[in-house]
């Protein structure tokens, strides 16, 4: 998140209208973000498309319609960054996660930069962790919706979680609880962990069963 955030912070004040020179700009930064990023857009203040390092100078495509145009529209001034729900690009034709920032957010609304992050790379981080093999990570966003999930599911992406212990207006920043999946109807044992300042929260859930596994191993012995 920080990375993402520092290169929309790097990019945007070099924005001047110049699609050549940009793009020039944005491969020099290749080698930082290979392993983040696969998509970099601006959005003029019209809501269509002004660069996208993966489109041709003359693709006019409306944005307009999308979360992280409207959001910045609408709050002209304010400089934050934005993390959208998960989107299918209309230009990648992926999955993506938009980091976005407005453009010039000491004047008038001007467009927004966007830097597009594909969900399987937050996915990802289950392969390197020492969990069951019915167990489940996932990124929820404040508002509901998965953002990532780990192992791998499209169908679940942007599909809102109701009811989560971590939902509450008065949860803790990190905890622990029970329950039956909602997503495959496995009994887990989840952990969270939030981060406000972003927006999403960190949930890692082992099947009941696995955790279980040395009691029932020894029970049987016995």
Do not use: C
Not at 40 to 61: C, H, Q, W, Y
Not at 73 to 94: E, N
Not at 115 to 144: C, E, H, W
């Amino acid at each position: 998140f920080k990375r993402v955030n520092e290169l929309l912070l790097d990019l945007r004040p070099q924005w001047n209208g110049d699609w050549k020179s940009f793009a020039t700009l944005v491969q020099q930064r290749q080698e930082h973000i290979d392993d983040l990023a696969f998509q970099i857009v601006v959005i003029g203040a019209d809501g269509i498309m002004e660069f996208s390092n993966l489109a041709k100078p003359n693709d006019r495509t409306d944005l307009s319609g999308r979360e992280h145009f409207f959001v910045h529209r609408d709050a002209p001034g304010r400089d934050k960054l934005f993390i959208s729900r998960p989107l299918m690009g209309k230009v990648s034709k992926k999955w993506t996660i938009q980091f976005t920032r407005p453009v010039r957010p000491e004047a008038q609304f001007n467009g927004v930069m966007v830097i597009s992050i594909s969900p399987d790379l937050y996915g990802q981080f289950g392969d390197s962790m020492a969990i069951g093999k019915n167990a489940v990570v996932t990124m929820v966003r404040d508002t509901g919706e998965i953002m990532a999930r780990y192992p791998r599911n499209e169908s679940l992406l942007g599909r809102a979680v109701s009811d989560a212990p971590y939902q509450a207006a008065n949860a803790a920043r990190s905890a622990s609880f029970r329950r039956t999946a909602q997503t495959d109807g496995v009994e887990r044992l989840f952990g969270y962990y939030k981060l406000p300042e972003y927006g999403v929260t960190f949930v890692v859930g082992e099947a009941l069963s696995d955790v279980l596994a040395p009691f029932y191993k020894t029970r049987d012995v016995v």
